[in-house]
C-alpha cells in the first residue's frame, strides 16, 4: 500500500498554517551542508537550523559525488553560501556492502550491468569524512578561501564529532 495518501493529507495539514513564504532563497546563516539521506539523521534538529537557515544536501552515505559538488557550486556560486560542512554517521549502510556487492546484486535481481557506476561505499568512517572534505577542497569550482569543515554524528548519542 502506497505513503502518498498519507502524505498528501500531512502536507494538507502543513500548508494550512504555512507562514514561511516569505523566506528568501539564499540561506540565512549562509552555509551548505552536505549530510547522509539515512531517516535517523535530522540535520537541522541536530544543529539547531531552522527553514531558511541551510542548504542541506543529501545522498546515500553524504558522498561528494559529481551530483552533491553540483549542488555545492550551485550553493556557493549563486546562492552567496561561503561555508561547507560535511557529515557522515555511524553505523551507516554505506560501510556493509561494495561495489561488486551491489553490482553482482543488481545483475541478480534486475539483470542490471551496473558496472560503470561508483555507488561510494567506504570501509572507513571518519577516512571517507576526510576523502570528501579532500574531494571538495581539491575542486576548482569550490574557491579555496571557503571552509570545508567534516563530522561524524553519532546515531545513538546525537552528537556530532570532528574529523580532522
Do not use: W
Amino acid at each position: 500500500m502506497s505513503v502518498v495518501p498519507e502524505l498528501l493529507s500531512a502536507n494538507e495539514r502543513y500548508a494550512a498554517s504555512f507562514s514561511k513564504g516569505h523566506l528568501p532563497m539564499p540561506p540565512g546563516r549562509k552555509v551548505a551542508i552536505l549530510t547522509c539521506m539515512d531517516a535517523r539523521i535530522d540535520p537541522a534538529k541536530a544543529l539547531g537550523l531552522e527553514e531558511g537557515d541551510a542548504h542541506v544536501i543529501r545522498n546515500a552515505g553524504g558522498r561528494a559525488s559529481d551530483d552533491a559538488l553540483r549542488s555545492l557550486v550551485i550553493s556557493e556560486q549563486l546562492l552567496g553560501t561561503t561555508e561547507i560542512v560535511v557529515i557522515h554517521h555511524t553505523d551507516c549502510g554505506m560501510l556493509t556492502f561494495s561495489n561488486d556487492d551491489l553490482r553482482a546484486l543488481l545483475a541478480e535481481r534486475l539483470n542490471a550491468d551496473a558496472s560503470a557506476i561508483d555507488f561510494l561505499p567506504f570501509r572507513d568512517l571518519e577516512q571517507s569524512v576526510r576523502d570528501d572534505v579532500a574531494s571538495i577542497r581539491r575542486s576548482q569550482l569550490i574557491p579555496d578561501e571557503v571552509p570545508v569543515s567534516g563530522f561524524v554524528y553519532d546515531v545513538h548519542s546525537g552528537r556530532i564529532f570532528p574529523v580532522e
